[in-house]
């Protein structure tokens, strides 16, 4: 692997914003929005219910990451990395469950203290494990177990793929 250099470490050290606005556009349903066609930010505000202003940043934001695209007349549109964000596809499923469930992300949070103490971060931010934590939140035990059947399917897709590159290269 190779060494990181300052400039990259910074980008790194900020990617958590852009992983907090994908999970705001999961969350709201963007894509699915999108799905019909470019809209403007006012008409995705209606349509999700959210305060036109702030959703107009998050998108103009998320254009400029390549998740979405703004059109010269201020509408907006999918991406393929949009499109994946649409139910169903795995990504959003994956986004709102498994890589950003609220309780994990504040985990992560406290991860120099966990580092510090010797205690698992998970416990720290949210007083109990992980485990437990599921079992008294139905909501979050069903979004991990739809993030873990994307991401499952997506490994499994992934080896077919893999498997019959492979096979193709021994059979005539």
């Given at each position: 692997m190779?060494e990181?250099?300052?400039s990259?470490?910074?980008?790194?050290?900020?990617?958590y914003?852009?992983s907090?606005a994908?999970y705001?556009?999961a969350?709201?349903g963007i894509?699915?929005e999108?799905?019909?066609?470019?809209?403007?930010a006012?008409?995705?505000?209606?349509?999700?219910g959210?305060?036109q202003?702030?959703l107009?940043r998050?998108?103009?934001?998320?254009s400029?990451?390549?998740v979405?695209?703004?059109?010269e007349d201020?509408?907006?549109?999918?991406t393929?990395?949009?499109e994946?964000l649409?139910?169903?596809?795995?990504a959003?499923?994956?986004v709102?469950?498994?890589s950003?469930?609220?309780a994990?992300?504040?985990?992560?949070g406290?991860?120099?203290d966990?580092?510090?103490l010797?205690?698992?971060?998970?416990?720290?931010?949210?007083?109990?494990?992980?485990?437990?934590?599921?079992?008294?939140?139905?909501?979050?035990?069903?979004?991990?177990?739809?993030?873990?059947?994307s991401?499952?399917?997506?490994?499994?897709s992934?080896?077919?793929?893999?498997?019959?590159?492979v096979?193709?290269?021994?059979?005539?």
């Open positions: 190779s990181m250099d300052t990259e470490l910074l980008k790194a050290a900020g990617r914003r852009l907090q994908i705001a556009a969350s709201l894509a699915d999108l799905q019909g066609g470019e809209r403007t006012e008409e995705l505000a209606a349509a999700v959210a305060h202003p702030h107009r998050l998108l103009r934001a998320l400029s990451e390549g979405f695209r703004e059109t201020g509408r907006f549109g999918l393929p990395a949009g994946s649409v139910s169903g596809e795995g959003r499923e994956m709102l469950g498994w950003l469930l609220p994990t992300y504040a985990a992560f406290m991860l120099a966990s580092v510090r010797g205690q698992p971060a998970f416990e720290l931010a949210n007083g109990q494990n992980f485990h437990a934590y599921l079992a008294a939140h139905a909501d979050a035990a069903r979004a991990y177990d739809a993030a873990t059947g991401t499952v399917d997506a490994l499994i992934r080896r077919q793929h893999t498997t019959s590159a096979s193709g290269l021994w059979s005539t």
